[in-house]
């Protein structure tokens, strides 16, 4: 952790700030997890040692509740399950995903100490726990979580007193990380990384946290000097200024006073109306499409957790129709409805339909986040894999290759993410060779791929670029 060093940040307590300078796509630290659980959900479809997404899993004999891939995962996760097994079998049923990790973390805390390597520079006793600033509410669920957790933790494990539990669970509450699975596409667990924690936020921040082979890797965005603070995003960039320091404020406790907060950069862009030849629309116009585009977000979701993607469609096009000509190509509603059409288009195999309103949200995402962002390079890759899919291999290509140089910065050249767009960036590059020496020729042979599909990308539309907007885990 060399690179790195604790110091008091201005009207933020504790921070991390950079010992010497950073280039982009430099990683600045990687740490694997204190421990980490698989989300109650997807307990049955994920590894719990590897995180990975299989389709058939091995039970353990004994809890009848982990899942592992095969002898060598089980072998592998034996350590960390061992204590949990043991609890799972004698409480008689599963706790939630909360009380599994902070049981698990406590165990190896009662075993290794509270610092568990060299490597580690806070202890989980100097974290902020935020229980007084928790509303009434959320206090209710979070002792409901402690009354369970004394109920599973077994009587012959080393006994703690309420403070350090409820200490530990306001840890968790306002510290988790998502862990996602192999090719880093789907949330599927949560854990805690104790540097990770000690990194501040801002709203246009240098650094990006990504989950990289089982460790997470802070990774510079751009030029960082020595004795700069180092910062990531705690939320996401598209929400309003406002709506920002509201989920701030509720989710992590503090309010944000970062600049682009105070200035509300970009917010008029997100709200605004569209102009065309210096001509723009009125205030009530825009707020009138504003206000029925959000009506018909809320029905648009309601279809799709429905599965009725037909539906979908249909409200989808009947709003894009009515206030395409009146918002901005950086409406945050419209460019939700751009992303969520084209999505569902693909999947429904309507391809040119789908790789026009992929691109049109591209567009917008590039003048609103960051030019390094992880969504805007998510989004350009799936872009690219839908206009290669609609035969547009020359915009296809393109979009492969902006995702490419985004993800090359966020991601780094090891991860699975990146590795499968090299292959992608390669397959479109030798295509386009090809398309430009004889269209007959090109048009032939990507019939054929298409029936084995190489590139396709997910399942049931997910939103991809959902997993890497909420790394940071908060218990809804």
Request: hydrophobic share 35%; with cysteine.
């Amino acid at each position: 952790m060399e690179n790195v060093a604790i110091f008091d940040s201005p009207g933020k307590g504790r921070g991390l700030k950079a010992t010497k300078e950073f280039w982009a796509g430099d990683v600045i630290f990687s740490e694997p997890s204190l421990s980490a659980v698989v989300f109650d959900s997807l307990a049955e479809r994920i590894c719990h040692s590897c995180f990975r997404r299989q389709e058939k899993l091995q039970r353990c004999g004994q809890c009848k509740f982990a899942h592992y891939c095969d002898r060598t995962c089980q072998r592998a996760g034996w350590a960390e399950h061992k204590q949990e097994c043991a609890a799972i079998k004698a409480y008689g049923k599963v706790p939630n995903e909360n009380i599994r990790l902070v049981a698990r973390i406590m165990w190896r805390l009662d075993k290794e100490g509270s610092v568990v390597s060299d490597m580690q520079l806070t202890s989980l006793e100097e974290l902020e726990d935020h229980i007084a600033d928790m509303q009434e509410d959320e206090l209710k669920e979070f002792k409901v979580d402690i009354h369970n957790f004394l109920d599973y933790w077994p009587r012959n494990s080393k006994q703690h007193t309420i403070d350090v539990i409820s200490h530990m669970f306001g840890v968790v509450n306002c510290n988790g990380f998502t862990v996602s699975d192999q090719r880093g596409l789907q949330a599927v667990g949560v854990g805690l990384f104790p540097n990770l924690c000690l990194v501040n936020h801002d709203c246009w921040p240098n650094c990006t946290v990504i989950l990289n082979h089982g460790k997470i890797e802070l990774r510079s965005l751009g030029k960082i000097e020595e004795g700069e603070e180092l910062t990531v995003a705690y939320v996401d960039f598209l929400n309003l200024s406002e709506e920002r320091r509201r989920l701030l404020k509720t989710q992590y406790f503090f309010d944000c006073t970062c600049h682009h907060c105070k200035n509300g950069i970009k917010d008029d862009l997100k709200l605004g109306g569209k102009e065309e030849e210096g001509v723009k629309p009125s205030e009530e116009q825009v707020k009138e499409a504003t206000d029925y585009c959000f009506q018909m977000l809320e029905k648009m979701d309601k279809a799709r957790l429905n599965g009725d993607y037909h539906e979908v469609v249909k409200i989808c096009k009947e709003c894009i129709e009515k206030t395409e000509p009146i918002l901005a190509d950086t409406h945050i509603y419209l460019l939700r409805m751009w992303s969520t059409l084209s999505e569902v288009q693909a999947y429904l195999q309507y391809f040119n339909d789908a790789a026009d309103y992929a691109r049109k949200m591209v567009d917008g995402y590039m003048k609103l986040y960051h030019p390094n962002n992880a969504v805007l390079g998510m989004a350009a890759m799936r872009a690219g894999v839908t206009h290669w899919q609609a035969g547009l291999i020359e915009v296809g290509h393109g979009m492969v290759c902006k995702a490419y140089a985004i993800l090359m910065v966020t991601h780094g050249p090891t991860h699975p993410i990146t590795k499968d767009l090299e292959a992608m960036r390669m397959q479109t590059e030798m295509e386009l060779r090809m398309f430009k020496q004889n269209e007959y020729v090109y048009h032939s042979m990507r019939e054929a791929a298409l029936k084995n599909r190489p590139m396709t990308m997910m399942h049931e539309p997910g939103s991809v670029e959902e997993g890497i907007k909420n790394l940071f885990h908060r218990r809804k």
